[in-house]
């Protein structure tokens, strides 16, 4: 078993900044990639960004050159840090570590961009 809990989200108003970490503990060997993915109101879960166990990062283009996504081996902790946050942004964001046949989620964290 895969524990992962986020934090970090809140309440900010827009062009501003957050910072949201994901802290993975348990069975964590097999994790390699791992990502942040949200969920609005009414709309399906999607894909905000990635990052694989070498460092690669692919993001949403909805994101791209306003959100980074690195991690902390050490730490066992991935972050995504939002910049020139929209209220397009605003959405419960979850954290993801795919170890198949099992992807773990964590328990999301609200952001809200007000405008």
């Known amino acids: 078993q895969v524990q992962l809990v986020e934090s970090g989200g809140g309440l900010v108003q827009c062009g501003g900044s957050l910072r949201l970490s994901c802290a993975a503990s348990?069975?964590?060997?097999?994790?390699?990639?791992m990502g942040w993915y949200r969920q609005a109101p009414g709309k399906q879960r999607e894909l905000v960004a990635t990052?694989?166990?070498?460092?690669?990062?692919h993001y949403a283009d909805s994101v791209k050159g306003r959100f980074t996504i690195s991690r902390d081996s050490a730490k066992n902790t991935v972050y995504l840090q939002m910049n020139s946050l929209k209220p397009e942004d605003t959405a419960v964001y979850y954290c993801n570590a795919p170890s198949w046949p099992i992807s773990y989620w964590g328990q999301g964290t609200q952001v809200t961009v007000s405008s």
């Open positions: 348990g069975n964590i060997r097999n994790i390699n990639d």
């Open positions: 990052i694989t166990g070498g460092g690669n990062t």
